[in-house]
């Protein structure tokens, strides 16, 4: 029985040690476990590195990052992923708050006052036979990540040996659709918990290969896809959401978006009277796009709008659409449509050992979403009133609203901090205001909030908008896309902006800073 990190790696290392991992460095899990040892050699003899004390990981996506993850936590050590976004005193106070020891860091990252810094990317020339992994049980934190200010009481989620390889284990369920020696693209930065999923648990307990990129450019992703044709590509929504954008402009410019989406339409009658080579046709060329093998899109970070996640199924594509939270190790729950070994259909669900439920819902079936098992942390890091309010018998309360549809998938509404309570009682979901605002190709981002119009509380919106694209435009492409919805939500108050919307390393929209820069007058305002 694996009872930590080390012996998962090492596990899974030996079974499939002449099977490439890093596949742009065409190193092999072998090679990882070797690398793995040397890091953590100089780790103990250089700093004396021990079971208890935290390192911290600063870097982009790079093999080292993954190396240094494991030899910390194979000596028992805590990783503190610091997010690359933040400015330097964030990430002095983060290593201040975790006492850490030492920071691994490329050099562009170094910063006075915490720890002693160290360039993560400087060879390692120990002996990986000096190699003596620490008594670790499951128990044990292996990482560590903030999940809210550097100030005052941060809450700091530590994750235990035993979530991680609760997560490694429970991946096993999709060993049908993500095969063994297949490539995943790894640009979902590795210091979220996405990254540390996507990047880290699927190629290791999957047996797969993982293609690293440092930048987040879709130039740079194309050129990857065509050299190396991937197979599986995790992502954000905002991604998967712009290469939509892009292909149905490239079809309607082509004139032929009435005929695509007519064979889209009828591809199972096409292909049940024997004219699939129609739809084919019509999707190979989005297919190429991606390399030509890719078979596997995921999304995770934020909500997949349905439309998006309809649009690349009817494409041939399997989705999966994850809802997690770091204090979840990830992946609470995954909208993930494909057959199973056995032959039965997966449609949705958490990963074994888990349950999620909908608490007090309304009568729409809207409520918070409660989740408990074993991929749940223990409890946020010596902040004992953070986790009285956070858990309730067994339950964490993820702050999230959501339901539960008729085929059991989980449709997330949005945070219940940010829900819009009109005067009359009625909430309004920014989350579905913003969905229905960016199918409009002029509005690259959308943030809707509360806001105090002449007395009345309205759904205010703030948009992100194409150069050139005027507040005239703006209003007319709102009156029609507000014929889709309930007259009470409607949005008629509203800014745009040509730069970019505030947002999380997820690329989530940062609702509270929107409102802040509201308030300040840093948005042109535009009420009808």
Known sequence: MVKNMYEMLRDACTENKDRIFFVRENETFADLLTNVKKRAVLLAQKWGIKRGDTVAILSINTPEFIKSYFAITSLGAKALMLDTGLCSAEHVSMMKHTNCKLALAQKNFFCEGAAEMFDIETPDTTNPKDFKPGDVNKCDIAQLSFTSGTTSKPKIVGLTHANLIALGEGMQMYNSVLRPGDIVYGFLPLYHIYGVVVNIMVPVRLKMGLLLQTVLNPREFLEDFKKYRPHAIPAVPRVWEGFYKKIIEGIKEKKKYTAFRIILGLRGVLRAVGLGFIVKKVTQPIHDIFGGRVYVLCSAGATLKPNIRKFYEALGFVVGDCYGLTETTGPANFNFDFIMADGTRNIAGPLPGNEIKIHNPDKDGVGEIWVRGNLVMDGYVDNPEANAAAFEDGWFKTGDLGRIDSKKRLVVKGRAKQIVVLDS????????????????????????????????????????????????????????????????????????????????????????????????????????
């Open 425 to 528: 009682g009625k909430n309004v979901y920014p989350d579905e205001l913003e969905d229905l605002y960016l199918m409009n190709a002029e509005i690259l981002a959308a943030a809707v909030v509360e806001r105090q119009i002449r007395g009345k509380t309205v759904p205010y919106a703030v948009f992100q908008v194409e150069p050139g694209t005027t507040v005239a435009r703006v209003a007319q492409l709102l009156k029609l896309s507000n014929l889709k919805i309930a007259p009470y939500k409607w949005v008629h108050h509203f800014a745009i902006t040509e730069a970019e919307l505030p947002q999380t390393s997820a690329k989530k929209i940062k609702h509270f800073e929107i409102k802040n820069m509201l308030d300040a007058g840093e948005f042109p305002d535009r009420s009808e």
